[in-house]
């Protein structure tokens, strides 16, 4: 069924039977829009500035591998908090939020899990630097 049933004609889209045209569906999407709250739309720039921002980080970390300056509480403090968020939205059916939550968690945890892989590469360096000194 075609998601913007119900916005330009009484009968949802069925495309086994009928199917939607494209132009329909632009006019229905512009439609949706226009009739969005400014509480909405301020909503949905909020979550796209907010879950942009961690892009840059998770580009530069991914790329070079290097987290060092990173701090694990941080990290895991706020993937929870975001995953709290995610949760909230979907139990009070906020798109903005649920959206901008679900793709910030999945940047977040993407730089937790190299942070964590980069801890334990360093611990077990430690280990064989010390082992090499020590003689153990």
């Not at 300056?69 to 709290?84: E, H, K, Q």
Request: glycine share 6%.
């Amino acid at each position: 069924m075609c998601k913007w049933m119900n916005l330009l004609h009484s009968q949802p889209c069925n495309f086994a039977t009928s199917p939607c045209s494209a132009m329909h569906c632009c006019r229905a999407a512009r439609v949706y829009i226009e009739g969005m709250s400014t509480i909405d739309i301020l909503g949905y720039i909020a979550a796209i500035l907010t879950t942009l921002s961690f892009l840059p980080q998770a580009i530069a970390s991914v790329r070079s591998g290097r987290t060092d300056g990173l701090s694990l509480p941080m990290y895991a403090m706020f993937s929870a908090g975001v995953a709290l968020w995610l949760a909230y939205g979907v139990a009070v059916q906020s798109w903005p939020v649920i959206l901008a939550n679900l793709v910030t968690l999945g940047f977040a945890l993407v730089i937790l899990a190299l942070i964590i892989r980069n801890r334990r590469r360093v611990v077990s360096g430690h280990d064989r630097m010390r082992s090499i000194v020590v003689g153990e």
